[in-house]
């Protein structure tokens, strides 16, 4: 019998080549490709008065120097808006280089093209730009006040957007209790140790433009460039082999670099690569969570939520490619594992003179999960009932599901929890903390230390449409080759999708190999996003070898003269159940699969035209089959799946140097069915890890002439090892009933309830309010003056 | 205006001697790159701060994208590309990093590799404090470092099974 690997912690099949430096990043590509080099605004908001590119075009090594007058056609129109949506009144989206405008410091004005990366940035110090510089619109503050981003946009609001259920109004009035609670989160960035890359190369020969490219989502980048550049979609190839990090800055697409770098090697027939350097991932990629929200909240004695009302402003910065998308998430997940009767709530999108903000892992759930925990430790706090008693009192039960929100979520489909166990997990995680045992490791605390703990619990809706599709493709060597057309960042795709095809198929995990987002091998997908890669491709390749299974039983049967019925696939074979020497291997079935009139090895003798057919009266392909034993698999959810988890954190904050130490941090996580526990678990250390980094460490920090302060590894705090403690995880498992594996995406969890715990953990240690994240240490000495304590 | 001027630079990287001109400002993590082909050694900040481009250059961990081509000729230069015997056998610090799920994306996992085995060539068995130090100069985005950490105590164990 095959070993079934599906939850098996199987090894991954991608580290081989990546543990000895065979990997194939963008970059390492075209070491003679022409360089693409931008030379960007050092401004947030101004006229472009004059730009003389000449002496940069004299530099030898240089090819050209273009600004946007010598952009043609479609690349002088600005980039596509990626997702439209109603409430999204006011879009706007960059120009590859800027037309007389800069928006943003970072905003790409000019575009070199040069023998090498050096010369490109000699070329671009040779640029000489005359700039008319405006006020810059910064933070919130600077949105809601009279200076605009776009003068065409008033009040510099993208979007203004409301849903309600129930009626919060009537709700609020007749609470007994009501709060009005003020939360703001900051800035950080994806920050991905791969910045973007592209590399393009034109075959005029064979009239084919090949781009291995940075992306989640190549087939998308394939659409995008082709419309641009005018060309037939089957002109264009893309690729993402090995990609180093994503964290949903590299679903954004087009780039200008993209194109440029893809019009430059049809134009100039030579490749051309852009790497974008450190400085130029702060200033030109995206970032994400700037938000500042409003909650009135109404509840009763017993601290069950009556109605809540959220309204919050999001900074989107100065450009809206993804559309409304990461406020949207905020607003239809910050209800979280609780009932809300009557929920409002509201959102502008609005516009400051910064990086455009774009979803980063955990996609505007941070804030959400920030907003709805922090409430639920304010009413906790003031009823004066333990914190995790108030959640256990407002949770969904496990008999409520499906639950339907009564929301639209980001996919355009109804918020419909589909399973989960929230009060279990929360007693799972109370347990691991220990938390009922906390007074006593409190009163433990060393002298100069005070210790906290906290809980946090949310709900994270993964795995969402349109759809994937997997091909599955049985080899006459013996190999089974999938492809699917999503790209891979890190999540160990490889392994798991061989882990699911393995089993469905019945054969040995070490004969599937895997191949993900190459538009050559599969041409229709939607990307890797919103924990979604498992759900939709996992099923879809599921699907894909239960297709290939049944085709390859109903050439066994002929073969072996057997009933389809009797026979069954173990180990690559295919055999008669109970009479295993009846049987065929999977190699053998693919060759009889595709008739044939040549030869090319010895077990190929089988399938030509002398060696035997069972019937002269039907044609050697009989209609509705195709050759190949091979077959394309489609999963297209009707809707999210929903995932959940729930963490806690033990704290010690230090009294004169307002650091603040974990000392215990525990997830209990739910991802429905788990495919490979090794590779779920190394998602939640990560997730957490830049959780952590959020909470504490990374804020990026715009002055108030819009220019990014700590655009660098120097100033920008990303953790080292020495700041990341152990993760303690426990699971549960609570299967999808959407989709026939099973499964819930895992891939962003871990860094959604992050900044909830730690704030609710060090509000518990210091007595005061914590109602911002990130907190530094000097933030919190101020905080500690503010509430009136004396320093230590 | 003409081209800068280019030099013979002679490297000895992971056994072998490489020959190639280029000019002298050109970084030793661009000419492992570009002009040896040898891709493995990555760069991600070009400021010396993440730790991607971590080469062993006389044993000791260096910077590649800190360091000219130039002045590390008569060095002995390692890099990810030459820690595997030539058979193939994985180095230890390899095979426990496939074992404990020490990389994601892979982009910073050289770096690791060679901080790791300069680490455990210097002191075969580091303490945690030790491993913490020598580690803490390599930024990773993926793994949440614990099973790097992990990977770092199973290459010991390896490394002394071997003996």
Redesign the interface.
């Known amino acids: 019998m095959t070993t079934r690997s599906f939850g098996k912690p199987v090894r991954r099949t991608e580290d081989l080549r990546l543990i000895t430096g065979q990997g194939s990043f963008t970059d390492d590509a075209g070491s003679d490709a022409l360089s693409l080099v931008m030379v960007r605004s050092p401004y947030a908001n101004a006229r472009v008065v004059s730009i003389d590119v000449s002496e940069a075009e004299q530099l030898d090594g240089v090819t050209a120097v273009l600004t946007y007058e010598d952009l043609p056609d479609r690349l002088a129109e600005p980039l596509p808006l990626l997702i439209p949506h109603p409430s999204l009144s006011e879009p706007r989206t960059q120009h590859i280089l800027a037309k007389d405008r800069v928006r943003y410091v970072g905003q790409a004005v000019v575009a070199i093209f040069a023998a090498d990366r050096y010369i490109g940035e000699d070329a671009a110090e040779r640029v000489i730009i005359e700039y008319e510089s405006k006020v810059a619109v910064v933070g919130i503050d600077g949105a809601l006040g009279t200076n605009l981003v776009h003068h065409d946009v008033p009040r510099n609001v993208a979007a203004d957007h409301s849903e309600h259920v129930g009626d919060v109004a009537s709700a609020l009035a007749e609470a007994p209790h009501v709060l009005e609670l003020d939360f703001e989160m900051e800035r950080s960035l994806g920050s991905a140790l791969e910045g973007r890359a592209s590399h393009a190369t034109w075959d005029r020969h064979s009239r084919k433009l090949q781009i291995q490219n940075a992306t989640q989502t190549p087939t998308s980048v394939r659409f995008a460039v082709a419309n641009i550049l005018e060309i037939p979609d089957e002109q264009v190839e893309v690729f993402a082999i090995d990609v180093g990090g994503g964290f949903g800055t590299k679903v954004i697409h087009p780039w200008p670099e993209d194109i440029l770098t893809a019009w430059g090697a049809m134009n100039y027939d030579r490749a051309v690569k852009f790497t974008e350097d450190r400085v130029e991932h702060f200033i030109s990629s995206s970032h994400e969570r700037g938000q500042r929200h409003h909650v009135k909240v109404g509840f009763n004695t017993e601290g069950q939520i009556l109605g809540l009302d959220v309204d919050f402003v999001h900074d989107n910065g100065a450009y809206t490619p993804y559309g409304m998308i990461a406020p949207l998430i905020t607003a239809t997940q910050l209800p979280g594992p609780y009932k809300l009767p009557n929920y409002r709530v509201r959102f502008r999108s609005v516009y400051t003179n910064t990086v455009q903000v774009t979803p980063y892992r955990g996609a505007a759930r941070p804030h959400a999960v920030f907003t709805m925990e922090r409430t639920m430790d304010r009413i906790a706090s003031f009823l004066g009932i333990d914190r995790s008693e108030v959640r256990q009192r407002n949770f969904i039960q496990p008999d409520e599901f499906p639950y339907d929100l009564g929301m639209i979520f980001q996919d355009g489909r109804p918020a419909i929890y589909d399973s989960g166990d929230y009060p279990e997990m929360l007693n799972k995680a109370l347990a691991m903390i220990e938390w009922d045992s906390f007074a006593e490791r409190r009163s433990q605390a060393p002298p100069g230390k005070r210790r906290g703990i906290g809980v946090a619990c949310y709900v994270e809706g993964t795995g969402l449409g349109p759809y994937e599709g997997g091909h599955v493709r049985v080899e006459t060597g013996g190999k089974i080759q999938v492809s699917t057309g999503l790209a891979s960042s890190g999540q160990g795709h490889h392994t798991v999708f061989a882990q699911i095809v393995a089993d469905e198929l019945g054969v040995p995990f070490e004969d599937v190999e895997v191949v993900t987002g190459d538009t050559r091998r599969f041409k229709y997908a939607v990307g890797t996003f919103a924990s979604r890669a498992a759900v939709t491709s996992g099923n879809a390749v599921a699907e894909a070898a239960r297709l290939v299974k049944k085709k390859a039983i109903a050439l066994a049967a002929d073969a072996l003269e057997a009933n389809p019925e009797d026979l069954e696939i173990v180990d690559g074979q295919v055999q008669v159940k109970g009479t295993p020497v009846r049987a065929i291997p999977l190699s053998q079935v693919a060759v009889l699969a595709n008739p044939l009139r040549y030869s090319f090895s010895e077990a190929a003798k089988a399938a030509t035209q002398f060696a035997g057919t069972t019937s002269f009266d039907e044609p050697p392909i009989k209609p509705g089959e195709d050759p190949g034993l091979e077959a394309t698999g489609w999963y297209s959810p009707v809707r999210a799946t929903f995932a959940s988890g729930t963490h806690a954190v033990e704290v010690e904050v230090d009294l004169i140097t307002s650091e603040v130490e974990i000392l215990r941090y525990c997830v209990v996580h739910d991802c429905g069915r788990i495919i490979n526990p090794l590779i779920v678990e190394g998602q939640i250390h990560g997730g957490v890890a830049q959780g952590i980094a959020g909470a504490l460490y990374e804020k990026l920090a715009y002055d108030e002439d819009g220019n990014l302060q700590n655009a660098s590894f120097m100033d920008f705090l990303m953790p080292y090892c020495t700041e990341i403690p152990k993760i303690e995880i426990d699971h549960l498992e609570t299967p999808s009933p959407l989709n026939p594996l099973g499964i819930k995406g895992a891939g962003e969890a871990g860094v959604i309830p992050v900044s909830a715990v730690i704030a609710s953990a060090i509000e518990d240690a210091e007595g005061f309010e914590i109602n911002q994240m990130p907190l530094f240490p000097s933030e919190l000495h101020s905080m500690r003056l503010a509430s009136g304590r004396q320093p230590a | 205006?003409?081209?800068e001027v280019s030099h013979e630079i002679v490297l000895n990287v992971n056994g072998e001697v490489k020959r190639f001109s280029a000019?002298a400002?050109?970084l030793l993590s661009?000419a492992l790159?570009?002009?040896l082909?040898?891709?493995?050694?990555?760069?991600?900040?070009?400021?010396g701060?993440?730790g991607?481009c971590t080469v062993l250059i006389d044993n000791q961990p260096v910077r590649s994208c800190l360091t000219f081509a130039i002045a590390a000729q008569d060095r002995k230069i390692r890099?990810?590309?030459g820690?595997?015997d030539a058979d193939g056998e994985?180095h230890p610090v390899?095979a426990a990093?496939?074992?404990c799920?020490a990389?994601?994306?892979?982009?910073?996992?050289?770096g690791f590799?060679m901080t790791a085995t300069a680490l455990l060539e210097q002191r075969p068995n580091p303490d945690e404090e030790e491993i913490?130090e020598a580690?803490?100069?390599?930024?990773?985005?993926?793994?949440?470092?614990?099973?790097?950490?992990s990977a770092i105590g199973h290459a010991i164990e390896l490394m002394q099974s071997d003996i």
Do not use: S, W
């Open positions: 205006m003409n081209a000019p400002r050109r661009d790159r570009g002009d082909g040898l891709t493995g050694t990555h760069v991600g900040c070009e400021h701060v993440c991607c890099t990810v590309e820690l595997a994985l390899q990093f496939k074992e799920h990389l994601q994306c892979g982009f910073c996992t050289p590799l913490t580690l803490a100069g390599n930024l990773c985005r993926c793994t949440g470092y614990q099973n790097i950490r």
